[in-house]
Each structure stands twice: as C-alpha cells, then as structure tokens.
T-cell receptor, first 115, second 114 residues
Framework: KQEVTQIPAALSVPEGENLVLNCSFT??????LQWFRQDPGKGLTSLLL?????REQTSGRLNASLDKSSGRSTLYIAASQPGDSATYLC??????????????FGQGTILTVHP | SAVISQKPSRDICQRGTSLTIQCQVD?????MFWYRQQPGQSLTLIAT?????????ESGFVIDKFPISRPNLTFSTLTVSNMSPEDSSIYLC???????????FGSGTRLTVV
C-alpha cells in the first residue's frame, strides 16, 4: 500500500526566503507525482506535474524534483511571498505504471510567509 | 487541462437533510472522482464515477449515504444524505484528462452541518 509523507508539517518564514518542502513515498513504481496548493476552505490548484521519466519541472519561482529510486520529491520555492501562504500537498496515482485512479496524498505542509 | 465548475461553494445545512453537489467539466472525461476532506485532514477518496455504470465506492463509504450520478461525460453529482455534524467537510470532485495534464480539482464545497 502506497504511503506518502510530507515534511515539515508546518513552516513559517519571513518574506524573501528560499524554502524546500519534502515529500516521500514508499512504492517507487509511480507513473508521476503532482504538487498542489490549497488555500483555506478551497479546492486544490495544480502547481507542477512530474512524469516518472523526468527529474524536475519548473514553473516561475517553483521547482519540483523527483528521485524515484529513493522515493522522494522536493518542491523548491524561491523568493517566497506572503501570497505563497497556503497548504502544499503532494500526491501520486496508484503504483504499477498507471496514471489513473485513486490519488494518495500526503498530509500537507502548511506554509506561512510573513511580511 | 480540464476546467471544473463545482457548486455550491459552501452551504450550512440542518442535520437530517440532504445536499447535492454538482460538478461540470468543460471537456469529456471518462473518470470522475469525489473526495472528502475533514477538518485538518488530507483528502480521502469517496468514490469513482464512470459514465454509464455504477460508481465504485471506497471502504467506509456507501451508496445510501453518498449517492452519485454520472449522466454523461461532462457532469456528475454527489449527494450527502441524512446529514449529521460529522459530515461537515470540504467535498471536492476531480478528473484526470490525460497523463500529460495530471489531475484537476473543482473549487470545493465547504459543508457545515448544524
């Protein structure tokens, strides 16, 4: 059974800092890994999707890396801003080479960026 | 990637009543998923809805409590029946429009049962 763990559970940083969020998964036979952002009481917004054949993906100030063999992914946020404050979730589809089906989520990292 | 319109965005309901949540997708998708997020928790899959067949429910969720309809490839509803305060959660629908795009989620329905 796939298990996804995110560290740290919460993070509070001053504006402008670069930061790293960590995600680990127990079964490395994943098709891809997706990072989401969730604002309080809202739905999920997709940030980055990394295919199993890729090592990293970038979008603006965000960079996500994937190391399948070690079961780890990191989300790097450069020059953090108060608007980045949210919960960040990583998720993987079922192991075994499919991109469809039940996503397994980590518990999330609650990020607070203060001015 | 697909765009999902989810309604209502929030509601406060009396215990014992039912609420129906709607999700409309801007493209045809085979599989739609319904999740529940209890306060302070991560997401839990309720069921997978395929057009033209019965929804498949996860352990701990039953059709009588969470009936789902999937009349076509762009629309689905989830009903939360005979509500109790323990049903107070965020409910989200999701689709995967292709492996290149990953999963897309609706904006969520924040339900409070009093």
């Amino acid at each position: 059974k796939q298990e996804v763990t995110q560290i740290p559970a919460a993070l509070s940083v001053p504006e402008g800092e670069n930061l790293v969020l960590n995600c680990s998964f127990t079964d490395s036979a994943i098709y891809n890994l997706q990072w989401f952002r969730q604002d309080p009481g809202k739905g999920l917004t997709s940030l980055l999707l990394i295919q199993s054949s890729q090592r990293e993906q970038t979008s603006g100030r965000l960079n996500a890396s994937l190391d399948k063999s070690s079961g780890r992914s990191t989300l790097y946020i450069a020059a953090s801003q108060p608007g980045d404050s949210a919960t960040y979730l990583c998720a993987v589809p079922p192991a075994g080479g499919t991109s469809y089906g039940k996503l397994t989520f980590g518990q999330g990292t609650i990020l607070t960026v203060h001015p | 990637s697909a765009v999902i319109s989810q309604k209502p965005s929030r509601d406060i309901c009396q215990r014992g009543t039912s609420l129906t949540i709607q999700c409309q997708v801007d493209s045809q998708v085979t599989m739609m998923f319904w999740y529940r997020q209890q306060p302070g928790q991560s997401l839990t899959l309720i069921a997978t809805a395929n057009q033209g067949s019965e929804a498949t429910y996860e352990s701990g969720f039953v059709i009588d409590k969470f009936p789902i309809s999937r009349p076509n490839l762009t629309f689905s509803t989830l009903t939360v029946s005979n509500m109790s305060p323990e049903d107070s959660s965020i409910y989200l629908c999701s689709v995967v429009a292709g492996s290149v795009y990953g999963y897309t989620f609706g904006s969520g329905t924040r339900l409070t049962v009093v």
